[in-house]
């Protein structure tokens, strides 16, 4: 059976994606702690992120580091925080979260409620600083 992840790499369920190649893809958290909350995931099935291969863990790193850089590039902020739990979804991802403070990383806290126009604004300014 496809993971959600998967299916939203195949289309089968929308995504506000941020940009994609032939092994990785990235979209935003459907639940952020911060506008701009990304998922950065290989497009192969592996649950655990210390399970991927060395290859497409080091091509991972890379691409979720250009992601940030987008992501800092469109949304004001201190830094981009890096977080994996995995404990929901059973597909490798890595969280990246625009922070001013600790705070803003914290998965316990409420999450944003954000309207479809505003997610569509967020991911196409991130999608455009994508280099
Ligand atoms: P975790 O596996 O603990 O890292 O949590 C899974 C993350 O995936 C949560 O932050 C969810 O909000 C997010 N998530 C689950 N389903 C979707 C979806 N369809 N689109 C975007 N984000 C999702």
Redesign the pocket.
Known sequence: MAT?FSK?VNGQ?P?YKIAEDDRYYA?????PLAEGHT?VIPKQEVDYLFDIDDDTLAGLTLFSKRVAKAIARAIPCKRVGVAV?????PHA?I?LVPLNRESDIDFHKPKLQLTQERFVEIASAIAQEFK
Do not use: K, Q, S, Y
Request: hydrophobic share 65%; net charge negative.
């Open positions: 959600i939203i369920i995504a979209f935003l958290d459907i639940n998922l739990l995995g404990l929901e979804v991802h969280h």
